[in-house]
C-alpha cells in the first residue's frame, strides 16, 4: 500500500512538473485522421515524459480518472515498415514494426510488445473480428498486471488497417470498477468512429 502511496505521488510530480491537460468530448473529437463521438468528458495529456510512461510512442494518450488509474492510448496512421511505439528510456527493447500483411494475433503481439517493456505482463483473453472506423477490424480483450504495484488491470482494445495504415486504440483500468464502468462508452466510440479515406 505504501509503495502504491508513493508510485502515485511520483507521477502527480511528474504531472505537475511538464504536463499540459486538454479537456476533450463530450460530443465528436478528432484523432489524428479519425473522428470518434464520445459519451463524456476525458483528459488528454500533452508530455512525451507521460506518453513513454504510460504508453510508449503513442500518437494520443487521454484518461478519465487520471494516468495511474486508467489509460486510452492511439496508436494511429501507422504505416508499413514504421515503428508501432517506441522504446522507454534506458531500454534497449526493440520495437516491432508494422506490416500490411500482419495478422490480427501479430498485431497483438506487437502492442504487448510495446506496453510491457517495464517488465509488466500482459495476458491475452479474446480477439475477434469488428467493425472499426467504417471497415473491417479486429477486437481484441487482455488483462495487464503492472510491475510497478502488481495491481491488476483488464483492457480492451480496437484496430483496422485502413489507407494502407495501421489504427490501433486501447483502453486499460483497474479491473474492480473503472473497467467495467467506462467500456460501455468506449465501445459506443469504438462503434462511432469514422475515418478520412
Known sequence: ??????????????????????????????????????EGPWNKFESSALVLFQAPGATEIWTREGFTLDVLAFYFGIGDGETIGQA???RTTKMPVFRLKMAPHEIVEAFETVVTQDGSILKVVKIEPAR???????????ELKRKGDSLLFNGIGFATVANKKLYLMAYSAPRTHYFPTLVPGLEAAARSATLKR
Open 132 to 142: 472499426f472506423a467504417g471497415g473491417d477490424g479486429f477486437r481484441f480483450e487482455y
Open 88 to 90: 522507454l528510456p534506458r
Open 1 to 38: 500500500m505504501k509503495f502504491r502511496i508513493l508510485f502515485a505521488a511520483l507521477a502527480l510530480a511528474v504531472l505537475a512538473g511538464c504536463t499540459t491537460v486538454v479537456k476533450v468530448g463530450p460530443g465528436q473529437v478528432t484523432v489524428k485522421d479519425m473522428t470518434l463521438t464520445l
